[in-house]
């Protein structure tokens, strides 16, 4: 099987996947054409479908079930995406072929920082774009699904296997894949038991850790108005990059917005996007800006991150004023003028009360409207919601300066075994026992509550469902426009882990792949992982 995998890892990888471009397209088609080769998907050409998404380069998801005895089926999630490979610089060409890459590292002493030239020196990890995110992931799992057909009697239950695009942009992919894991459930009447995704672990050399469950994410979008006014008269205006850049400083990198479940901390938030909406330069100031939020959650709902970022963004406006009102006094005194600048209140709202106040003000004119509004074609998910909110403001009843509070997409939903269910409680079980397992062959598994940074096991199942719709919809410009399928992920439900390789410096010009333990030490714990969760017992052996 090692040699099998390596074959895989080397095929995958030469495919420059990167979101939303042609290769993302051709490497979905090429995974098809794998599987397709197979015997016993010759012999049950039914269960290996792909599955077109009508969309930009026209991804695709696979999905290939493999029928042992009963219902009880574990699903293999994995996504054949990567990021770009810009930040290898000279060595971009090579990116995507990893033995190569390797190589070059070897030639180019002083390239890599420290560690990494450390862990080339050993001989044992595999440099490129994508090697531990997730292409062996993608590898492994073929493998385990290519040994397993070869005795599907011998199997105690199903395992399907589901390959989605997109899962480093919009997780469009797995959205999609919601609606294609409902038809297996259906047409198949399948009880699915967990979910193992192979995502890449960042673990120390003496342990390798395990999760299951999946920090959420919220993309919170903040936006500012200002009073337009000339440079020449700035104190007769208030900018709103003045107010933007206010709320970035206090919610950038700001603790108290941590979440904690169990030991486990999310990194605190960052900006990932900002701007104003003044199409090009003159000597006036922009009278809207906004910014897009990371926020990572465990615990925390919608409607809790909404009350923090309101009173944050409240402190943000008064701290502007304040200053505003400072420098007023410091230039009258410099200057000897006696400037009066216009009195401005502190105005902090959700996008929902925004929607409200302009369906009180214009009634059916504005519901009609907004309802026949369409976007700029070719937007992305943020700029979309970004401009149904400009949009909605043109409505407003005061087009005073006041930050709105927004989310846009897209959204992950935090999942965590409670340890409520009969299947939260097996995969506990199966879990302890993988981790006895691992002893008796001197591997150190640790057990985390949930994997950072997000991933696609999000949508393998839904905690705190009906707050988490009502507050999110409301409060997201074009909801009703995002694929999001709720009730379809609520009928999903299961258990999640997530059991991937040992590797460093994902999204890196130095990311790359432990080599000893993804050929000889995964492949044997997954298989284990699989056996256990069809079976009815668990005793580790």
């Known amino acids: 099987m090692k040699e099998r995998i390596h074959q895989l890892l080397d095929d995958l990888s030469k495919f420059p996947s990167i979101s939303a471009s042609a290769a993302e397209a051709e490497i979905g088609r090429h995974i098809h054409e794998i599987l397709a080769k197979n015997q016993y998907f010759r ?68 390239n890599l920082p420290s560690q990494a030239q450390v862990d080339l020196n050993t001989g044992q990890w595999l440099f490129g774009r994508g090697v531990m995110d997730m292409k062996y992931g993608i590898a492994l799992q073929i493998a385990m699904l290519e040994k397993l057909t070869a005795t599907p009697e011998n199997l105690p239950g199903n395992v399907l296997f589901l390959s989605v695009p997109d899962e480093e942009n919009n997780s469009l992919g797995m959205r999609h894949a919601v609606g294609v894991l409902r038809r297996w459930q259906q047409e198949y009447s399948l009880d699915f038991v967990g979910y193992i995704n192979s995502e890449p672990c960042d673990s120390d050399e003496g342990y390798h850790s395990i999760q299951t469950g999946s920090d959420g994410k919220l993309l919170p979008l903040i936006y500012c108005v200002g009073q337009e006014t000339h440079a020449g008269a700035l104190y007769q205006g208030l900018n709103s990059n003045l107010l933007l850049a206010e709320v970035i400083r206090l919610l950038e990198l700001n603790p108290g917005f941590c979440d904690s479940v169990a ?13 104003d ?12 800006s906004y910014a897009f939020f990371n926020i990572f959650t465990l615990a925390a709902t919608p409607e809790a991150i909404t009350n923090k970022l309101t009173t944050l963004c409240r402190q943000a406006f008064e701290n502007c004023l304040e200053k505003l009102s400072r420098s007023l006094s410091a230039y009258n005194r410099l200057s000897g003028e006696n ?4 009195e401005f209140s502190t105005r902090v709202m959700t996008y929902a009360q925004l929607v409200a106040a302009c369906k009180d003000a214009h009634g059916q004119k504005f519901t009609n409207a907004l309802a026949k509004f369409s976007p700029c074609p070719g937007l992305d998910d943020q700029q979309h919601s970004l401009e149904i909110l400009n949009f909605v403001h043109q409505f407003a009843p005061d087009f005073g300066p006041k930050i709105i509070v927004a989310f846009a997409p897209p959204f992950y939903p935090p999942v965590r075994n ?17 981790q006895a397992y691992a002893r008796k062959h001197a591997i150190e598994l640790r057990h985390e ?9 999000s ?33 999903l439900s299961a258990p999640v882990l997530n059991l991937g390789p040992r590797g460093r410096d994902f999204h890196k010009q130095s990311e790359r792949l432990h080599l000893p333990f993804a050929l000889a030490t995964a492949p044997t714990l997954l298989e284990f992982v699989i056996t256990r969760l069809l079976t009815s017992d668990s005793t580790a052996s």
């Open 449 to 457: 509550e949930y994997h950072r940074g997000i991933s696609d096991l």
């Open 418 to 434: 409670q340890r409520k269910t009969d299947k939260e409680h097996k995969m506990l079980a199966v879990v302890e026992d993988l």
């Open 339 to 342: 400037i009066a600048g216009p």
């Open 263 to 275: 030991g486990f901390h999310t990194l605190p938030p960052t900006v990932l996007k900002c701007g």
């Open 43 to 110: 012999r049950h050409p039914a269960f290996l479908q792909l599955d077109i998404i009508e969309s930009g380069e026209q991804p695709a998801v696979v999905s290939a079930l493999l029928q042992g005895r009963g219902s009880k089926t574990v699903v293999l999630l994995n996504h054949h995406d990567v990021v770009d490979a810009a930040d290898y610089r000279l060595n971009q060409s090579l990116a995507f072929n990893p033995r190569q890459l390797t190589q070059a590292f070897a030639q180019q002493p002083g």
């Open 459 to 491: 949508f393998c199942g839904l905690q705190q469902a009906e707050q988490t719709i009502t507050s999110l919809s409301d409060n997201c410009p074009g909801w009703d426009q995002w694929l999001m399928p709720f009730a379809d992920i609520e009928k």
């Open 277 to 288: 909406l003044k199409p090009g330069y003159n000597v006036s100031t922009p009278t809207a």
